[in-house]
């Protein structure tokens, strides 16, 4: 299994552009999630999602968007980037319903100028 | 107040010594807590769950402390390889048997030879 995979590992946006970030993973785990973690803060959840179809907002969800139309996949789009939005974007999994470990992507580097 | 807190660091330990961190959360509603490490510039991974009872692998063991709210990690004889930052995670149910995360900023360690 590969586990959870995120594209690219690493983008520069210029402030206004759009883009989105990938992430799929293997294991048939209904629940995914969306965090940011910037430099000395704890991750913060942006999205998530606990199955194909059903989506919610977490903690910080302004300027983003995400869908999930398959198990696998839970893409995040970013919409008009800003320099706040310059951190590290990692994705993660689990099965849900009592298996609580989170299992979570190599996460991507963004950076807004 | 934050949800979880830990103090930083850096904890700077010679190789062999032995090493506590705590952690204290402010939510009474919360039902699991974790530790998860995290490499440099690398995606969190769970260490431990923390239970009641305290819980040992090997050179760690986890404690809870439900009434005073607070988690600890101790690791012994430590190794170069203990170099990382520990976060500490609670989580809390949320809807749908799903449990939200909340992260702690974690503590950066470094173990030196």
Redesign the interface.
Known sequence: NAGVTQTPKFRILKIGQSMTLQCAQDMNHN?MYWYRQDP????K?IY?S?GAGITDKGEVPNGYNVSRSTTEDFPLRLELAAPSQTSVY?CASNQ???S???Y????TRLTVT | RKE?EQD?GPFNVPEGATVAFNCTYSNSASQ?F?WYRQDCR?????LM?VYSSGNEDGRFTAQLNRASQYISLLIRDSKLSDSATY?CVV?RRVN???????????TRLTIIP
């Open positions: 629940y000395g803060m704890g991750l959840l998530y606990v990692f849900g319903w009592g609580y470990e989170q979570f992507g190599p996460g | 979880v930083p699991s974790f690398k995606e969190p991974k769970l769950s976060l989580s749908f048997g799903n449990e939200k995360l909340t992260f702690g900023t974690g």
